[in-house]
């Protein structure tokens, strides 16, 4: 299981560093420490990754199919198929990055705001994804209305 976190935290890293390349910041990865040449480093471990937020968020949505009714929580959200919920992964995934390598970014261009983006605005992107991947996965779809529309029109 070690190496699989490690492996993990490795692939993190290494995507960051390409993002970051492509934007022109280029930085070196030795182990799993980011390294610019303006002297800025950022260790990336397990909690950078978004193992922690994808498994609370499928966990959620997993166990919302077994509340018993009546219980408050969104009717669709209890329906959700299993490739809406790997998406849903996929998407937490995908914002982490992001974060992750925007982190980065403002280390090694704006230090004094490292702290802050790190410990503050980052975890509540992630929060905000999960709450917005849920609710949009909860709406009504269209089509079901369009649907339900024609059919009472119908009747």
Same mark, same amino acid.
């Given at each position: 299981?070690?190496?699989?976190? !490690? @492996?993990?935290? @490795?692939?993190t890293a290494a995507a960051a560093q390409a993002a970051l390349a492509a934007v022109g910041t280029p930085l070196t990865l030795r182990g799993d420490v980011l390294h610019h040449a303006n002297g800025f480093a950022a260790h990336v471990n397990f909690d950078c990754t978004a193992c922690w937020p994808a498994?609370? /968020?499928?966990?959620?949505?997993?166990?919302?199919?077994?509340?018993?009714?009546?219980?408050?929580?969104?009717?669709?959200?209890?329906?959700?198929?299993?490739?809406?919920?790997?998406?849903?992964?996929?998407?937490?995934?995908? !914002?982490?990055? /992001?974060?992750?390598?925007? !982190?980065? @970014?403002?280390?090694?261009?704006?230090?004094?705001?490292?702290?802050?983006?790190?410990?503050?605005?980052?975890?509540?992107?992630?929060?905000?994804?999960?709450?917005?991947? !849920?609710?949009?996965?909860?709406?009504?779809?269209?089509?079901?209305?369009?649907?339900?529309?024609?059919?009472?029109?119908?009747?």
């Open positions: 299981m070690s190496e699989l976190i !490690v @492996w993990i935290t @490795w692939a498994l609370l /968020l499928s966990l959620a949505l997993v166990l919302s199919r077994r509340l018993p009714p009546g219980t408050f929580m969104l009717p669709r959200v209890r329906r959700l198929p299993a490739a809406t919920i790997a998406l849903g992964v996929a998407a937490m995934v995908a !914002v982490n990055q /992001l974060r992750l390598v925007a !982190v980065v @970014w403002i280390g090694v261009h704006a230090p004094a705001h490292f702290g802050w983006l790190h410990e503050i605005a980052g975890p509540l992107l992630l929060v905000a994804a999960g709450l917005a991947f !849920v609710v949009l996965a909860a709406r009504p779809s269209r089509r079901g209305q369009s649907i339900q529309a024609s059919q009472s029109a119908r009747a």
